[in-house]
């Protein structure tokens, strides 16, 4: 009798172990983490939503289709995440350039990230190594970003920050013994503000320049000057800007004299702020025509900032149809292209020489897209 019952308390205890490992969630191939505790069902899978990218020559199309993919199948999968506006970005290079390696990453918080890397047209590459440079960028840089998103999604976040929809990176513009420079910039949405007419975005980017006599180390090209601009009226194809966008704020405005000054952007619920130096001689803020802005950046020869690495970051603000950019369809929320085309100077024989010549601008545009109800408010 004993034993019948053994048998029996046995026999539920193994029906109990197989109903509780039928609802186990089940957990992705690849790199995964959880998603946020209100989406348990959901595992987030790192592979599934990663382009990876690298041949001869790569196409607009081929970014765009990929991209647009993914968000479309984050947007099914994660149904529970807050609305709000997921995007990315895509390279705008010249047609001196092409195209050899694009990554792009959406994480379940929303928050994306992408890397390019290009080189002049008429080179010959290595696929392994442009591979080795992709490779190094999703298991370096992208990697400390992914964690660094995860964490923040986990903790509550401040009430007075915007929400960052694309950081997008570029490879770095080497010119030997000239100089060399890069472009990052980021977009982001105000999810504070309450006007139920309109939407906010912000754009902050960042040119980083060095010298070629911080490079040799020897007496040679040094800052001289540089222009990035950021156009709100930007479109490309089918894919238009933001709906009645308009231009609120730029910053920093013209000033002068080597100095470090503290900025923001923001309504009065969202505030975007960073810092940044400005070179001697000055930086001079431009409004050529409709939301298009640009800052020319200029160094006096010989001063410090002009012999050594320096970074420079402008910001925009620009307001939009609320109803129609949640309608659901793709804009673009700007353009951020940055020219460095005699940007750096050397003297010779008592006669200022600049280089490099051409065309060597580039940069890179913001798609976006509602995620969630639509014309909500």
Same mark, same amino acid.
């Given at each position: 009798?004993?034993?019948?019952?053994?048998?029996?308390?046995?026999?539920?205890?193994?029906?109990?172990?197989?109903?509780?490992?039928?609802?186990?969630?089940?957990?992705?191939?690849?790199?995964?983490?959880?998603?946020?505790?209100?989406?348990?069902?959901?595992?987030?899978?790192?592979?599934?939503?990663?382009?990876?990218?690298?041949?001869?020559?790569?196409?607009?199309?081929?970014?765009?289709?990929?991209? /647009?993919?993914?968000?479309?199948?984050?947007?099914?999968?994660?149904?529970?995440? @807050?609305?709000?506006?997921?995007?990315?970005?895509?390279?705008?290079? !010249?047609?001196?350039?092409?195209?050899?390696?694009?990554?792009?990453?959406?994480?379940?918080?929303?928050?994306?990230?992408?890397?390019?890397?290009?080189?002049?047209?008429?080179?010959?590459?290595?696929?392994?190594?442009?591979?080795?440079?992709?490779?190094?960028?999703?298991?370096?840089?992208?990697?400390?970003?992914?964690?660094?998103?995860?964490?923040?999604?986990?903790?509550?976040?401040?009430?007075?920050?915007?929400?960052?929809?694309?950081?997008?990176?570029?490879?770095?513009?080497?010119?030997?013994?000239?100089?060399?420079?890069?472009?990052?910039?980021?977009?982001?949405?105000?999810?504070?503000?309450?006007?139920?007419? /309109?939407?906010?975005?912000?754009?902050?980017?960042?040119?980083?320049?060095?010298?070629?006599?911080?490079?040799?180390?020897?007496?040679?090209?040094?800052?001289?000057?540089?222009?990035?601009?950021?156009?709100?009226?930007?479109?490309?194809?089918?894919? /238009?800007?933001?709906?009645?966008?308009?231009?609120?704020?730029?910053?920093?405005?013209?000033?002068?004299?080597?100095?470090?000054?503290?900025?923001?952007?923001?309504? @009065?619920?969202?505030?975007?702020?960073?810092?940044?130096?400005?070179?001697?001689? !000055?930086?001079?803020?431009?409004?050529?025509?409709?939301?298009?802005?640009?800052?020319?950046?200029?160094?006096?020869?010989?001063?410090?900032?002009?012999?050594?690495?320096?970074?420079?970051?402008?910001?925009?603000?620009?307001?939009?149809?609320?109803?129609?950019?949640?309608?659901?369809?793709?804009?673009?929320? @700007?353009?951020?292209?940055?020219?460095?085309?005699?940007?750096?100077?050397?003297?010779?024989?008592?006669?200022?020489?600049?280089?490099?010549?051409?065309?060597?601008?580039?940069?890179?545009?913001?798609?976006?897209?509602?995620?969630?109800?639509?014309?909500?408010?």
């Amino acid at each position: 009798m004993k034993m019948k019952k053994a048998m029996r308390a046995l026999s539920l205890l193994m029906v109990l172990a197989l109903v509780g490992a039928m609802f186990v969630p089940a957990v992705s191939a690849g790199n995964t983490s959880q998603s946020s505790p209100k989406d348990q069902d959901v595992q987030y899978n790192v592979e599934k939503y990663t382009v990876r990218l690298v041949d001869s020559e790569i196409t607009l199309d081929e970014i765009d289709t990929q991209t /647009q993919k993914i968000l479309d199948d984050f947007q099914g999968e994660f149904k529970n995440v @807050s609305s709000r506006y997921i995007g990315a970005a895509e390279p705008d290079v !010249s047609k001196d350039e092409k195209i050899v390696g694009y990554v792009f990453r959406i994480l379940p918080s929303g928050e994306s990230f992408s890397y390019t890397e290009t080189v002049s047209a008429d080179d010959s590459i290595s696929t392994k190594e442009i591979s080795s440079k992709i490779d190094a960028w999703i298991d370096g840089p992208l990697k400390i970003k992914t964690t660094e998103s995860l964490n923040k999604a986990s903790r509550s976040k401040s009430r007075s920050e915007p929400d960052p929809i694309h950081t997008a990176y570029t490879s770095v513009k080497n010119y030997p013994d000239i100089g060399k420079a890069q472009l990052i910039t980021t977009w982001y949405w105000d999810n504070q503000e309450t006007n139920s007419n /309109q939407d906010y975005f912000f754009t902050k980017t960042t040119l980083a320049t060095d010298p070629g006599i911080d490079i040799s180390g020897y007496d040679i090209y040094q800052n001289y000057h540089f222009n990035i601009e950021i156009n709100s009226d930007y479109s490309l194809g089918s894919y /238009q800007h933001l709906p009645n966008v308009a231009v609120s704020q730029n910053n920093p405005q013209t000033t002068t004299g080597f100095t470090t000054l503290g900025l923001s952007l923001g309504t @009065s619920s969202c505030s975007l702020g960073w810092s940044t130096t400005i070179p001697d001689s !000055s930086v001079i803020l431009h409004h050529s025509s409709g939301n298009i802005y640009n800052w020319d950046e200029e160094f006096t020869h010989y001063t410090n900032c002009a012999r050594s690495h320096f970074e420079f970051t402008p910001g925009q603000e620009s307001v939009c149809s609320q109803s129609s950019a949640r309608g659901g369809s793709t804009y673009i929320i @700007s353009r951020v292209k940055a020219d460095v085309s005699n940007g750096w100077a050397k003297i010779n024989d008592g006669i200022l020489c600049f280089a490099p010549s051409g065309t060597n601008a580039w940069g890179h545009y913001c798609k976006v897209r509602w995620n969630g109800d639509y014309n909500h408010v």
